[in-house]
C-alpha cells in the first residue's frame, strides 16, 4: 500500500513555472514507478510523465516535452515535475500515482491511467 500527496500546485502567468512534488507517506516508494497525469474541467483524465523506480527509463506527453521535466528522489520517497513555459492549456489538476513496472515494460504501460495508486490531486492554472 502506497500513499501518496502531491503539492506545489498554484496560480502561475503563462510562461512561468511550478514545481510539483509527490510524496510517499506509506510504502516503499523505491519500489515503484510514479506517473503524473492530470483532467481538466470537462476531459478525460490524460498522460503527462512517468519515470521508472531507476529513473531509467522515463517517458514524456509530446505536448509537454522539452517544457517538463520529471525526477525522484528515492531517499526522499519523493518524485517531481518540473513545469517551465507554462500555457494556458496546462491548466488542470494534477495527480501523480504510482505502479509495479520494471525499465524494461513498454512505454504503453507507463502512459496506460492503470496505476494502482493515486494522489488526491493538485490544482494548476496558469493565466494568460
Known amino acids: 500500500q502506497v500513499t501518496l500527496i502531491e503539492s506545489g500546485g498554484g496560480v502561475v502567468e503563462a510562461g512561468g513555472s511550478l514545481r510539483l512534488s509527490c510524496t510517499a507517506s506509506?510504502?516503499?516508494?523505491?519500489?515503484?514507478?510514479v506517473g503524473w497525469f492530470r483532467q481538466a474541467p470537462g476531459k478525460e483524465r490524460e498522460f503527462v510523465a512517468a519515470?521508472?523506480?531507476?529513473?531509467?527509463?522515463?517517458y514524456y506527453e509530446d505536448s509537454v516535452k522539452g517544457r517538463f521535466t520529471i525526477s525522484r528522489d528515492n531517499a526522499k520517497s519523493t518524485g517531481f515535475l518540473d513545469m517551465n513555459s507554462l500555457k494556458p492549456e496546462d491548466s488542470a489538476v494534477y495527480y501523480c500515482?504510482?505502479?509495479?513496472?520494471?525499465?524494461?515494460?513498454?512505454?504503453?504501460?507507463?502512459?496506460?491511467?492503470?496505476?494502482?495508486?493515486w494522489g488526491q490531486g493538485t490544482q494548476v492554472t496558469v493565466t494568460s
Open positions: 500515482a504510482a505502479r509495479s513496472l520494471m525499465d524494461y515494460d513498454s512505454s504503453h504501460d507507463y502512459k496506460d491511467p492503470g496505476y494502482d495508486y
Open positions: 506509506a510504502g516503499t516508494f523505491s519500489a515503484y514507478a
Open positions: 519515470i521508472s523506480w531507476s529513473s531509467g527509463s522515463i
